[in-house]
């Protein structure tokens, strides 16, 4: 038996902002996106390299407020990426832990809390 690689669900209450912390900010691709409806909530999935992450309008989904924890293999160049672009919502700096890891943690407009680690 083997399990399988885990894809957080994150709430999200805003497509714009959403799309502009997630696509824009962090570099992330809609794979795809899908609603009942035009004017019902939206669920979506997006990756970057091998992350995958779903983000859903839907309340019952999940709650705001998760905390990821995301490997990442070169966290100065993600840093100095992130730090590049005009986002007005965050600066997020390296923290190097007591535990040995180094570690860059970013919170989405919904309260998600995202953390970026190289052991």
Sequence with gaps: M??????????????AKARQFYVDYLGFKVDWEHRFA??????LQIARDGCVLH???????CCPGA???IAVDDIDALHA???GRAYGY???????????SRELTVRDPFGNRLTFFIS
């Design 55 to 61: 983000l859903s309008e839907h309340h019952g989904d």
């Design 38 to 43: 035009p004017d019902l909530p939206l669920y």
């Design 90 to 100: 965050a600066r997020p700096s390296i923290e190097d832990t007591p535990w040995g």
């Design 2 to 15: 083997m399990l399988g690689a885990v894809t957080p669900i994150l709430r999200i209450f805003d497509e």
């Design 67 to 69: 905390a990821l924890r």
């Design 81 to 83: 990426e992130l730090t």
